[in-house]
């Protein structure tokens, strides 16, 4: 795409000279004899950059640079000065000028200023397309799902996008529990700042230390240079710790320093680095258990657990997914490139009959295969994998009479009875606002044996205390 140039001068040879160098070049020139008119040409065409004599009568160089600036920040402009008059050129500067030329004009630096001029624009351009797609990638829209858990997920990201509060995102894996943190981020104050993901269970523990927070050159063998660790690449944004359950004490020691400090050494190193870092993190187990078993410290858990936020399982959730299978078939096959295909009734019945024990991820590959091997437009029950047509039809509702038992396989008998447990127990929560004493009463259990299975199900971030009915869904250590 050719570049369009306004020059605005009122000296009719520098228009002239200007109109012919930059149709040479290739660029499309508009040009206007003084300030006004150079403001009528900007309402009529749009423009990638303008150049401006800064000696001008009515509207002088200055004012109309004043003017440009105030209808588009953004806008791009190189400014004409005298021999000698760096000084008006330095003061176009302070008021948003990109660069100046001087006359007499040197041909080659004059081509320099403005194929530079360009570039930043079209970086600008691309900056603005950058954070606009970044902005509808994680925005509460892409998050699928209408049941009650979901919305009150959405109502929870949307009051602490805006905090800088630490938050632990719970949930098995596959729920998707970082599309929470990066939503969390994107969606606050810090959109613009880095966002540095770090998998605690996939880093080795002897490395763990030198990827947090960075050596210095020569601290242990293979350190041939400085490293920054991630919390350094993290500073002033946010910093995602999945899994964080499979932090190894010593690290959860230096973990909860950064939290407390603000500070932290490099391996090897001796100065205190200072960093400023928002922390979200998520993990699929539960870490009340562990700090009991010893296997997590209790400080650190409640530094973490300022905010909770619960992904649910896709099992309670079910009817979220003719949502998800739409959702994703429409974007397999754009990446893909296949027609679009429709599902059969039975096969999406089939479908919702599963228990997904890898959650929306399970459901998001199961599609993409579909959708690669389907032959014809419709999804028929043959295209789905075998293990979800293998999937007795009273599955999830535990009917002991129509469940089959494998003969080699068997059943996983206490899975089967917890999902059960649990959704029966969510849904009596949701029924009562989260008050668990109410939910007892619909269960005919005693208050103390729901709380006990309120932990055990890690439900504490859809339920409160029979004493606090304001609100069901508690923000804080739950």
């Not at 004409?80 to 000084?87: K, Q, V, W």
């Not at 509808?136 to 979901?150: C, L």
């Not at 399970?362 to 029950?381: M, S």
């Amino acid at each position: 795409m050719v570049a369009r140039i306004l020059v605005v001068d009122d000296e009719e040879s520098i228009r002239e000279f200007f109109q012919i160098m930059l149709k040479r070049e290739g660029y499309e020139v508009i040009a206007a004899s003084n300030g006004r008119e150079g403001l009528e040409a900007l309402k009529k065409s749009q423009v990638d950059m303008i150049i401006s004599d800064i000696q001008m009568p009515e509207v002088s160089g200055l004012e109309f640079l004043t003017k440009v600036k105030e209808q588009d920040p953004d806008a791009v402009v190189v400014m004409i000065t005298a021999f000698g008059s760096t000084e008006t050129a330095i003061e176009a500067m302070k008021l948003g000028a990109h660069d100046y030329v001087q006359k007499p004009f040197k041909i080659d630096e004059v081509k320099i200023i403005i194929s530079k001029a360009l570039e930043s624009r079209k970086l600008k351009l691309e900056n603005v397309q950058l954070k606009k797609e970044l902005g509808t990638k994680y925005a509460f829209d892409n998050i699928i799902g209408s049941a009650p858990p979901m919305l009150r997920i959405y109502e929870m990201v949307k009051r602490v996008a805006n905090t800088k509060s630490s938050v632990l995102i719970t949930g098995e894996s596959g729920t998707g529990k970082e599309l929470i943190a990066r939503a969390i981020h994107y969606n606050g104050p810090l959109k613009d700042k880095p966002f540095v993901t770090v998998n605690c269970g996939a880093i080795p523990e002897n490395l763990m230390e030198s990827e947090m927070f960075g050596h210095k050159k020569g601290s242990f063998t293979g350190a041939i240079a400085d490293k920054k660790g991630l919390f350094e690449v993290a500073n002033g944004g946010t910093i995602f710790l999945d899994e964080l359950g499979e932090l190894p004490l010593h690290m959860q020691v230096k973990l909860l320093r950064v939290l407390q400090e603000g500070t932290f050494k490099r391996v090897g190193g001796t100065e205190d680095i200072r960093v400023d870092v928002r922390v979200i993190s998520a993990t699929n187990r539960n870490l009340e258990g562990e700090v009991k078993l010893g296997r997590f410290r209790e400080d650190l858990f409640y530094r973490m657990n300022v905010i909770q936020v619960h992904c649910p399982p896709l099992r309670e959730r079910r009817e979220d997914i003719p949502m998800l299978c739409n959702h994703f078939l429409d974007k397999f096959s754009k990446s893909l490139a296949i027609p679009v295909k429709h599902f059969s009734q039975e096969a999406l019945d089939i479908i919702k009959r599963y228990h997904y024990p890898g959650n929306v991820r399970e459901l998001e590959n199961i599609i993409e295969r579909t959708v690669a091997l389907e032959p014809g437009a419709i999804i028929l029950p043959e295209s789905l994998p075998r293990n979800l047509l293998e999937v007795p039809q009273a599955q999830g509702q535990l009917d002991a009479h129509t469940i089959e038992i494998d003969r080699e396989k068997g059943i996983d008998l206490e899975r089967l009875v917890a999902d059960f447990e649990r959704t029966l127990l969510v849904k009596a929560l949701e029924q009562t606002g989260g008050v668990k004493k109410k939910a007892a009463k619909l269960l005919n259990i005693s208050f103390r044996s729901m709380r006990y299975r309120v932990d055990k199900y890690s439900l504490g971030s859809m339920s409160i205390d029979d004493e606090d009915e304001s609100d069901s869904v508690s923000v804080g250590s739950a």
